[in-house]
């Protein structure tokens, strides 16, 4: 399988091609070695997919990065079930934004740039997922973060964007600090980063604890909580989520790859690819199930008010995101790697449907300001019409099977896995709904906008309508590798992860199980109902309550004001400390009293010797005659004195 080296090299070499090449030759044919490159990677993928369908894997180092003392760390590919997977979920995905970012990004001054930043996210995903070691899926994970704000600020130049990128990159660094924190601690508890020999030796330290501050900790726990903190920072969970809604700034097809498929998924690669540390500690799949749980009515719940098309599915990704961890919480990793997989599907598919929108819209991302697209968007709405009910879980659809799976899952795990069911079913409705108050605001009804923007109205060119449709067939057929056997099916996909990922078998009845997934559907049904009657029947209702329960309808507005919050103890006190202290004295009155005060004393000092050295001869002879005086005075002071 040495092929597979070629597979994050080729977006590494039209990285690198664009950024030397594409401003000053390439210029507008820039897409051209990116877009190449991802889908000979594509092509690659598919063909590890069927290598690891017929029994090859591989678990190679292929040089030594770092070699110190007993500090080895190398560079080498991990190949197996897990890494195929995601292998094709990374490159398909990228490969179609790619193809519609053609399109979209068009006449932008920066499209060498673009393509070169977009090439570079690539490789460094693909370099994460194929890892065998913990440092080199550090370097992917940070590689990504570095990628994001490359992406999120790619209009710099504009005050918002520019906030955004750093806002992502800072919240990040709260994670990753835990997330680093566990690397170093595995390192010195194992004595290696290799995943094979950590993972075969985790058992042996199931009863070890280390004592912080007198208080006794799991190591294993310990050391699973703070390879979480990575994954609830990458991932956008409860409390570190704040970054990804701002993300939208970025160009639409940045938010499909990034911010909806491949990068915050990295946080739910992460904790299935370490279930063997995991299932070593309850208390951490505990953790890990109700942060997902939680984040998933959360987020849902922030999505119901918001009017910007982009902010809803953003918080729907955070949404969807806390049903993966759900699902790893209660063990179920292969449920959670599925709904990541389908995930993928639809919601790059939302995502750029919503480019699709604005891009007819000339920017356009208020919902209240839209209305009547379908009649002039007829793809953009029956694709965009697919994807929601595919993540709202309507049967036949990938959502449906993948949700199912994991809702059924926590109800038959008991005990913690019962609360985060009930949280997940709520999610579940919710999610129904806004999925089609954005449908119901941006297809139907009368067109809320300008005159100029009802001129300008059309369906958006193949380049970026050939994307949908596709990602369309993904959002239908992705799940249907997934159905259960309850449904007839084999579970072809758990299956194929199970030499990887177990997947717990649970002591219930085809009754309860029936049961789960009736109740699914049904509140997927009951969300889409209610927002029909809310945004179709009778448009007045939702006014009408947001009046009548205003507090309710602030709160969720302006999102729990967890912005606030943290603009209140920790930015303001930051910036607190930077202007008073840092720049204030530290800044203004040592460094710049040193760097500045040194070239003044000097300054000084030479003012007052020019006052000597006037040129004046007289001056001169007074000075010499005044210095043989004190000479021969002290002369005499000394015969005498002897």
């Given at each position: 399988?040495?092929?597979?080296?070629?597979?994050?090299?080729?977006?590494?070499?039209?990285?690198?091609?664009?950024?030397?090449?594409?401003?000053?030759?390439?210029?507008?044919?820039?897409?051209?070695?990116?877009?190449?490159?991802?889908?000979?990677?594509?092509?690659?993928?598919?063909?590890?997919?069927?290598?690891?369908?017929?029994?090859?894997?591989?678990?190679?180092?292929?040089?030594?990065?770092?070699?110190?003392?007993?500090?080895?760390?190398?560079?080498?590919?991990?190949?197996?079930?897990?890494?195929?997977?995601?292998?094709?979920?990374?490159?398909?995905?990228?490969?179609?934004?790619?193809?519609?970012?053609?399109?979209?990004?068009?006449?932008?001054?920066?499209?060498?740039?673009?393509?070169?930043?977009?090439?570079?996210?690539?490789?460094?995903?693909?370099?994460?997922?194929?890892?065998?070691?913990?440092?080199?899926?550090?370097?992917?994970?940070?590689?990504?973060?570095?990628?994001?704000?490359?992406?999120?600020?790619?209009?710099?130049?504009?005050?918002?964007?520019?906030?955004?990128?750093?806002?992502?990159?800072?919240?990040?660094?709260?994670?990753?600090?835990?997330?680093?924190?566990?690397?170093?601690?595995?390192?010195?508890?194992?004595?290696?980063?290799?995943?094979?020999?950590?993972?075969?030796?985790?058992?042996?330290?199931?009863?070890?604890?280390?004592?912080?501050?007198?208080?006794?900790?799991?190591?294993?726990?310990?050391?699973?909580?703070?390879?979480?903190?990575?994954?609830?920072?990458?991932?956008?969970?409860?409390?570190?989520?704040?970054?990804?809604?701002?993300?939208?700034?970025?160009?639409?097809?940045?938010?499909?790859?990034?911010?909806?498929?491949?990068?915050?998924?990295?946080?739910?690669?992460?904790?299935?690819?370490?279930?063997?540390?995991?299932?070593?500690?309850?208390?951490?799949?505990?953790?890990?199930?109700?942060?997902?749980?939680?984040?998933?009515?959360?987020?849902?719940?922030?999505?119901?008010?918001?009017?910007?098309?982009?902010?809803?599915?953003?918080?729907?990704?955070?949404?969807?995101?806390?049903?993966?961890?759900?699902?790893?919480?209660?063990?179920?990793?292969?449920?959670?790697?599925?709904?990541?997989?389908?995930?993928?599907?639809?919601?790059?598919?939302?995502?750029?449907?919503?480019?699709?929108?604005?891009?007819?819209?000339?920017?356009?991302?208020?919902?209240?300001?839209?209305?009547?697209?379908?009649?002039?968007?007829?793809?953009?709405?029956?694709?965009?019409?697919?994807?929601?009910?595919?993540?709202?879980?309507?049967?036949?659809?990938?959502?449906?099977?993948?949700?199912?799976?994991?809702?059924?899952?926590?109800?038959?795990?008991?005990?913690?896995?019962?609360?985060?069911?009930?949280?997940?079913?709520?999610?579940?409705?919710?999610t129904a709904f806004y999925s089609f108050r954005l449908i119901y605001l941006t297809f139907h009804g009368e067109f809320r906008g300008t005159e100029e923007q009802r001129h300008h109205l059309h369906e958006s060119p193949p380049?970026?309508?050939?994307?949908?449709?596709?990602?369309?067939?993904?959002?239908?057929?992705?799940?249907?590798?997934?159905?259960?056997?309850?449904?007839?099916?084999?579970?072809?996909?758990?299956?194929?992860?199970?030499p990887v990922l177990r997947h717990p078998h649970y002591e219930v009845s085809h009754a309860e199980e029936w049961m789960t997934m009736a109740l699914s559907v049904t509140v997927a049904v009951v969300g889409i109902v209610v927002?029909?009657?809310?945004?179709?029947?009778?448009?007045?209702?939702?006014?009408?309550?947001?009046?009548?329960?205003?507090?309710?309808?602030?709160?969720?507005?302006?999102?729990?004001?967890?912005?606030?919050?943290?603009?209140?103890?920790?930015?303001?006190?930051?910036?607190?400390?930077?202007?008073?202290?840092?720049?204030?004295?530290?800044?203004?009155?040592?460094?710049?009293?040193?760097?500045?005060?040194?070239?003044?004393?000097?300054?000084?000092?030479?003012?007052?010797?020019?006052?000597?050295?006037?040129?004046?001869?007289?001056?001169?002879?007074?000075?010499?005659?005044?210095?043989?005086?004190?000479?021969l005075a002290l002369l005499l002071v000394k015969v005498l004195g002897g």
């Amino acid at each position: 399988m040495e092929y597979v080296l070629w597979i994050p090299l080729l977006p590494l070499i039209a990285f690198w091609v664009n950024i030397l090449l594409g401003k000053g030759v390439l210029r507008g044919q820039a897409h051209w070695p990116s877009v190449l490159a991802v889908g000979g990677s594509m092509v690659l993928a598919v063909r590890v997919l069927f290598d690891v369908i017929h029994g090859q894997t591989m678990n190679q180092d292929i040089y030594t990065w770092i070699l110190s003392d007993n500090f080895r760390v190398s560079v080498g590919f991990l190949i197996d079930q897990l890494t195929a997977v995601m292998l094709i979920v990374v490159t398909t995905v990228s490969f179609l934004v790619h193809v519609y970012s053609i399109g979209y990004m068009h006449g932008d001054k920066g499209y060498p740039r673009y393509f070169a930043y977009l090439s570079l996210f690539t490789f460094s995903m693909l370099m994460l997922v194929m890892s065998n070691n913990f440092l080199q899926l550090y370097f992917g994970w940070e590689a990504v973060g570095l990628c994001s704000y490359l992406l999120i600020g790619y209009w710099y130049e504009k005050r918002s964007a520019s906030d955004a990128g750093k806002k992502a990159f800072i919240v990040n660094r709260f994670g990753d600090f835990g997330f680093g924190l566990g690397v170093i601690l595995i390192f010195v508890t194992f004595g290696s980063l290799h995943y094979m020999p950590v993972f075969e030796r985790a058992p042996e330290f199931i009863s070890r604890t280390v004592n912080i501050y007198g208080l006794e900790v799991n190591l294993i726990t310990l050391i699973a909580l703070l390879l979480f903190c990575g994954a609830v920072g990458k991932s956008a969970q409860l409390p570190l989520h704040v970054w990804l809604p701002d993300a939208m700034e970025g160009p639409t097809p940045v938010s499909a790859l990034i911010h909806a498929a491949t990068m915050v998924t990295a946080g739910v690669f992460m904790v299935a690819r370490c279930s063997p540390i995991y299932d070593l500690s309850p208390t951490a799949m505990a953790v890990v199930a109700v942060v997902g749980g939680v984040t998933a009515l959360f987020a849902a719940t922030i999505a119901l008010v918001q009017n910007d098309i982009k902010r809803v599915i953003a918080y729907s990704t955070i949404s969807q995101l806390g049903y993966m961890f759900l699902a790893c919480g209660v063990g179920a990793y292969s449920a959670g790697i599925f709904h990541l997989y389908t995930h993928a599907y639809f919601k790059a598919l939302l995502f750029l449907c919503a480019g699709s929108v604005m891009h007819a819209m000339a920017g356009e991302l208020d919902m209240q300001k839209m209305g009547g697209l379908k009649r002039y968007m007829p793809v953009t709405y029956w694709t965009m019409l697919v994807a929601s009910l595919s993540i709202s879980g309507i049967p036949g659809l990938a959502g449906f099977f993948s949700k199912d799976e994991i809702l059924f899952s926590a109800y038959a795990a008991g005990g913690v896995g019962r609360v985060v069911w009930v949280l997940g079913t709520l999610a579940a409705l919710l999610t129904a709904f806004y999925s089609f108050r954005l449908i119901y605001l941006t297809f139907h009804g009368e067109f809320r906008g300008t005159e100029e923007q009802r001129h300008h109205l059309h369906e958006s060119p193949p380049v970026m309508t050939v994307p949908l449709i596709l990602l369309c067939i993904g959002a239908v057929g992705a799940g249907w590798v997934g159905i259960p056997e309850i449904l007839g099916g084999k579970n072809h996909f758990g299956e194929f992860l199970s030499p990887v990922l177990r997947h717990p078998h649970y002591e219930v009845s085809h009754a309860e199980e029936w049961m789960t997934m009736a109740l699914s559907v049904t509140v997927a049904v009951v969300g889409i109902v209610v927002a029909t009657v809310f945004y179709i029947k009778d448009t007045s209702i939702p006014v009408r309550l947001a009046r009548r329960f205003p507090f309710i309808y602030r709160v969720l507005w302006n999102k729990y004001y967890v912005d606030e919050f943290y603009n209140l103890i920790v930015v303001r006190p930051t910036l607190f400390v930077a202007n008073s202290i840092i720049e204030g004295f530290t800044d203004r009155k040592v460094i710049e009293g040193i760097v500045n005060g040194l070239p003044a004393f000097v300054g000084w000092l030479g003012a007052q010797m020019r006052k000597v050295q006037n040129g004046v001869l007289q001056h001169y002879g007074m000075i010499m005659a005044t210095g043989v005086f004190v000479i021969l005075a002290l002369l005499l002071v000394k015969v005498l004195g002897g």
